[in-house]
């Protein structure tokens, strides 16, 4: 017999889907993927870049782009967060910081760019530590009417201006698995 609090969570996430609205299919997904692969393939081919997933929302994104670069390159990880288990941002707090960047050309993941304060950290980190270059790639481009203090150098698929879920991202920690991406319904 399951738990009862883990009862109640496994109804509040299968509730969750039931109620969503679908934003990018499966199929939709992948073919973003494959072209940001591409994209990546041209201008890194050549390179032998260091690979900096911001964790945990990165993890389904570049597990299922790191397959389709057929070049060697470096793998480390990184992990910062601003929310922890809420759902609007603080402060920054680092987990665990990249190391050797220095003279490398280096690769930032995330799964979005919403309003970009994490991603311009990362990125302004990145370079204090001495990459030689630093692009940006995320799965998911928020568009949510106002300027950002960073633009990603590769976006996979644009999002509306709603709590969106799936494809590395979570809803309430949750659903990070699916291979769509969803929205919650307005209310």
Known sequence: MMNPDLSARRQEAVSLLAHADEIHSPAACQAALERMAADLRRDLG????LVLPIMGGAVVFAGKLLPLLDFP????????????????GGAF?????????????VLILDDILDEGHTLHAVREHVLAAGAKSCRTAVFADKAIGRAKPVQADYVGVSVPNRYVFGYGMDAQGM???LDAVYAIKNK
Do not use: A, M, V
């Open 175 to 177: 659903w990070r698995n």
């Open 93 to 105: 707090q680092w987990l665990r910081r990249p190391q050797n960047i220095e003279g490398r050309d």
């Open 73 to 88: 390159l470096d793998f480390d990880y990184i992990h910062i967060t601003r929310y922890g288990d809420k759902l609007e």
């Open 46 to 49: 050549e390179h032998y870049p």
